[in-house]
């Protein structure tokens, strides 16, 4: 669990300019929380890029996302702080939440092409499977309660039919490392179509991945 101190604002704010440099999030696009205790959080702030946030931008909220502390900027939590609740409410286990748009990924989403598996080692070993859920009106609770319909004990990473995607983990820098390998697995699967026929691997193969993750206790 982080703290609610300068240090871990400064490490979203990094987060959110890795964000932006990669072209993931456009303008004010996309958001990313992290939990600093049962039912608080530290969130982006809605209305400003990812790529310029300062400390005093973010917010602190509560499990209703309700800002619970004056914020030296006068931001408010991002609009889209409902998806990330119920995410931290249906897993315990998870710290960090990042809510985004790269393009390789949500080309995938906007083509209602599911994301195949077995295709890709470090996809397989990384990600898994990754569903995609139903497409809901961006900010409301039924674009929570869509992402939550598709999760599983072992689900790290959805796909938001005709919206983006949404990597979650228990801390911001693998949720953000789920979010790079995402959209480069999706650009290479675009790519491999272009140059030929994609050769899935095999049961056996597969099986040996997951028995590797097995033994590194993913």
């Known amino acids: 669990m982080y703290d609610n101190d300068r240090e871990t604002k400064e490490h979203l704010c990094d987060i959110g300019r890795r964000i932006w440099q990669r072209g993931f999030c456009a303008g004010n696009e996309g958001n990313h929380s992290v939990r ?67 393009p390789h990924a949500t080309a995938f989403a906007i083509c209602d092409q599911p994301l195949p598996s077995g295709v890709h080692p470090e996809a397989e070993f990384f990600l898994g499977h990754v569903p995609t859920a139903p497409y809901a009106t961006p900010s409301t609770q039924a674009a929570a309660d869509a992402v939550v319909s598709v999760l599983e004990p072992k689900t790290n990473t959805v796909l938001m039919a005709n919206h983006g995607s949404v990597t979650f983990s228990d801390s911001l820098i693998d949720a953000y490392d789920k979010l790079e390998i995402l959209d480069a697995y999706c650009r290479l699967l675009i790519l491999g179509r272009q140059a030929g026929q994609i050769r899935p691997l095999t049961e056996p193969q597969v099986q040996a991945l997951r028995d590797l993750k097995t033994e590194y206790g993913w």
């Open 36 to 102: 600093i205790g049962p039912d608080r959080f530290l969130c982006t702030p809605t209305c400003l890029s990812k790529g310029f946030m300062e400390p005093n931008d973010i917010v602190t909220v509560n499990d209703r996302g309700e800002r619970i502390e004056a914020n030296a900027n006068g931001r408010e939590p991002t609009s889209e702080f409902k998806l990330h609740l119920a995410i931290y409410a249906a897993r315990p286990d998870v710290q960090a939440v990042i809510h985004s748009h790269p």
